[in-house]
């Protein structure tokens, strides 16, 4: 079992950065698959950037070039730095983890760009 709790999340203007934390219940450094997530109001819940082990990151396009993620393993936590925000990046992001054959999500945090 993983327990995951997100933090961080806001109401930013347009153009502002903010940073998301999700910090874990137990040791991240066996997690290899650490993701964050997004829902927006009336939309499917979306893949946003992934954190490999040795802090590689994949992104959506959408994403790309605008958001920063990583992971620390002495704190157990996975960051989201989310640059040049838009209107169409409000919404609930969630982080995610797999861990073997199981799956874990935390609660999500809102971020609402004005």
């Known amino acids: 079992q993983v327990r995951l709790v997100e933090s961080g999340g806001g109401l930013v203007q347009a153009g502002g950065s903010l940073r998301l934390s999700c910090a874990a219940s137990?040791?991240?450094?066996?997690?290899?698959?650490l993701a964050w997530y997004r829902q927006a109001p009336g939309q499917e819940r979306e893949w946003v950037a992934g954190?490999?082990?040795?802090?590689?990151?994949d992104f959506a396009d959408s994403v790309k070039g605008r958001f920063t993620a990583s992971r620390d393993h002495d704190k157990n936590t996975v960051y989201l730095e989310l640059n040049s925000l838009k209107s169409d990046d409000t919404a609930v992001y969630y982080c995610?983890?797999?861990?073997?054959?199981?799956?874990?999500w935390g609660q999500g945090t809102q971020v609402t760009t004005d």
């Open positions: 995610y983890a797999r861990r073997g054959a199981d799956s874990f």
């Open positions: 137990r040791n991240i450094h066996s997690i290899n698959n």
């Open positions: 954190v490999g082990l040795r802090n590689s990151a």
